[in-house]
C-alpha cells in the first residue's frame, strides 16, 4: 500500500518534471528564435544606416567635386580678368607718361621724397 502510493507519487512527480522540462524548452526555443529575430532585425537596421550613409558619402563626394569645378573655373574668369587689367592699366600708366614725361617725373619724385621720409622714422 504504501510502495504503491510512492510509486505513484514519485511517477507523478517525474511526469511533473519532464512537462516541466518540455516547457523550459519550448521556452527556450522560443527566447531563441526571438534572439535571433532581434539579432537580424539589428543587421539589417545596421545595413540599412550603413546604406543611407554610404548614399550620403557619395552625394558628398560628387558635391565636392562639382563645386571644385566651379570653384576652379571662377579663380580662372577671376585670373584672366586680373591679367586683363594689369595689361590695360599698363597700357593706361605708358599712355600718361608719353603725354606728360614732366608731371611723371614731379609725381615719381614726390613719390621716393615721401617713401624716404617713412623710412628714416
Not at 526555443?29 to 550620403?56: I, M, Y
Not at 552625394?59 to 563645386?67: L, Q, S
Not at 586683363?84 to 621724397?113: C, I, K, N, S
Amino acid at each position: 500500500m504504501f510502495s504503491r502510493g510512492k510509486d505513484r507519487t514519485v511517477s507523478e512527480a517525474a511526469e511533473t518534471m519532464e512537462d516541466q522540462i518540455a516547457d523550459l524548452r519550448d521556452q527556450i526555443a522560443t527566447l531563441a528564435k526571438l534572439v535571433a529575430q532581434e539579432a537580424s532585425d539589428g543587421a539589417d537596421e545596421a545595413r540599412s544606416r550603413f546604406s543611407l550613409f554610404r548614399k550620403n558619402a557619395r552625394k558628398a563626394r560628387d558635391d565636392a567635386a562639382e563645386n571644385l569645378d566651379d570653384l576652379i573655373a571662377n579663380g580662372e574668369d577671376i585670373l584672366a580678368e586680373l591679367t586683363a587689367r594689369y595689361r590695360d592699366t599698363g597700357r593706361e600708366v605708358r599712355r600718361t607718361v608719353r603725354e606728360h614725361p614732366v608731371a611723371t617725373l614731379g609725381a615719381a619724385a614726390l613719390a621716393g621724397f615721401v617713401i624716404a621720409a617713412i623710412l628714416r622714422r
